[in-house]
Nanobody, 122 residues
Framework: QVQLAESGGGLVQPGGSLRLACAAS????????MGWYRQAPGMQRELVAS???????NYADSVKGRFTISRDNAKNTVYLQMNSLKPGDTAVYYC????????????????WGQGTQVTVSS
């Protein structure tokens, strides 16, 4: 059974940084495209960033230039480095183990972590 465990969330002041990690088990991690999502109260879950098994990355416009997704296949872990954080980044962040569509773009799979809370506030 695939399990995903996020960590690294917390409270940070505007302009600060956090690094989220998502450790995977029960699957061949290197074969998955991975995604980071976030969900703010009363809002739909949105895709923040994704990375394919060949390290191709994509970002939501709202985080481009501030967030960086990366993966370490030896550690079965995907990361999200978040810099220049804003109050609008406050949300629960989830990772997802997905796959590629016919255009080699990430699409969400059925496996989700439990989420980690990120709060940006002074």
């Amino acid at each position: 059974q695939v399990q995903l465990a996020e960590s690294g969330g917390g409270l940070v002041q505007p302009g600060g940084s956090l690094r989220l990690a998502c450790a995977a088990s029960g699957t061949i991690f290197s074969a998955h495209a991975m995604g980071w999502y976030r969900q703010a109260p009363g809002m739909q879950r949105e895709l923040v960033a994704s990375i394919t098994h060949r390290y191709t990355t994509n970002y939501a416009d709202s985080v481009k230039g501030r967030f960086t997704i990366s993966r370490d296949n030896a550690k079965n872990t995907v990361y999200l480095q978040m810099n220049s954080l804003k109050p609008g980044d406050t949300a629960v962040y989830y990772c997802n183990a997905g796959q590629l569509d016919s255009g080699l773009n990430y699409i969400a799979g059925m496996y989700w972590g439990q989420g980690t809370q990120v709060t940006v506030s002074s």
